[in-house]
């Protein structure tokens, strides 16, 4: 591998608050990844820090860029208003592919609890109790032990004008990791603010051309890494206990450093410990490591149909 570099870029959901580009840029004759920089953009910058960005996109040669927030829109297009036959009957492709998959599940779950309703419970409520970072590998990948949680969010449905296919392919490899660890369930644009988009889809025509730009999660990323043994389930609990939060991005962090070849300078290491919207960007920018090493989970094409370069990362074979 030549000199290559990647950064992140987290906006935290559209809150107006300082954030952070992180870049890591890999040195062969070392073999070893370094924190290059960690940029702060504040909030009272806010009239220049478009410009910021761009500016420092250019100054490293950036080609890679790994965010926070959608690069896509839903499957729902103003193309289509004349002709509208309603959102449950919504007769586009990649729409029609998602329900099949969530009613496949649904219809697989309900199967194997008539079959055998005596196991069927005691597997149930044994799934509860999964330590994900055991559950590395699956027989077979598409059998799902369905939570009731999650068989919830999936008679719910799939909405066209809000969800995209990779909310669903995210839900049905994460939802109960994520509802457990986190407390939250993915969706798109549930945090995302119309004064954030517009201000990306300005950003975006002011990058270079050449940048490509990948969408990703912080949080699925910390699962993978949990996963992969790399940090425990106590790191990320930790993470939203305002005592020991700081301490648990340390400790990711050393893991981080340990398992991914990475050096983090003391005074970076220092700020990302005490700042999350620096440990998110930080975050970010590992994903891009995975990605630039082959090191990427597969997505089936009707969950990237749209072209927004969602990328999730794997730790499981790191090197």
């Known amino acids: 591998?030549?000199?290559?570099?990647?950064?992140?870029?987290?906006?935290?959901?559209?809150?107006?608050?300082?954030?952070?580009?992180?870049?890591?840029?890999?040195y062969p004759d070392k073999k070893r990844w370094f924190l290059k920089s960690l940029l702060q953009v504040k909030d009272?910058?806010?009239n220049?820090?478009?410009?910021?960005i761009a500016s420092w996109v250019d100054q490293y040669g950036l080609k890679e860029l790994i965010v926070d927030f959608p690069l896509s829109r839903p499957p729902c297009e103003e193309a289509c208003l004349n002709s509208c036959t309603g959102a449950l009957a919504c007769p586009r492709r990649e729409v029609l592919e998602v329900r099949s998959e969530m009613q496949k599940l649904l219809d697989e779950d309900a199967q194997f609890e008539q079959q055998n309703p005596k196991k069927y419970e005691q597997e149930r409520v044994s799934s509860l109790e999964v330590d994900y970072s055991k559950n590395l590998t699956n027989k077979n990948p598409d059998e799902h032990m369905l939570s009731r949680s999650f068989k919830r969010?999936?008679?719910?449905?799939?909405?066209p004008y809000w969800h995209r296919p990779i909310d669903f392919w995210v839900w049905k490899n994460y939802y109960d990791q994520l509802l457990e660890l986190f407390k939250i369930s993915?969706?798109?644009f549930g945090n995302v603010s119309v004064m954030l988009l517009a201000r990306l889809k300005y950003l975006v025509r002011h990058l270079p051309r050449d940048l490509?730009?990948?969408?990703?999660?912080?949080?699925i990323c910390l699962i993978e890494l949990y996963?992969?043994?790399?940090i425990t389930k106590s790191n990320l609990l930790n993470l939203f206990d305002l005592e020991m939060s700081s301490s648990a991005r340390?400790?990711?962090?050393?893991q981080i450093e340990k398992n991914m070849d990475i050096f983090i300078y003391e005074n970076d290491l220092e700020t990302i410990i005490k700042n999350e919207q620096a440990f998110d960007s930080f975050i970010l920018s590992v994903v891009g490591q995975r990605m630039l090493m082959n090191g990427l989970r597969e997505i089936p094409e009707w969950g990237t149909s749209d072209g927004g370069n969602f990328i999730v990362p794997s730790f499981l074979a790191h090197g």
Not at 250 to 254: G, K, N, S, W
């Open 1 to 26: 591998m030549g000199t290559k570099n990647v950064a992140g870029m987290s906006l935290g959901g559209g809150r107006r608050e300082n954030f952070f580009l992180s870049l890591l840029e890999y």
């Open 44 to 46: 009272e910058e806010i």
């Open 48 to 52: 220049d820090r478009d410009a910021i």
């Open 153 to 159: 969010k999936l008679r719910k449905g799939f909405t």
């Open 186 to 188: 993915y969706d798109s």
């Open 212 to 219: 490509r730009m990948y969408e990703s999660s912080i949080e």
């Open 227 to 230: 996963r992969a043994r790399i």
């Open 250 to 254: 340390e400790m990711i962090l050393q």
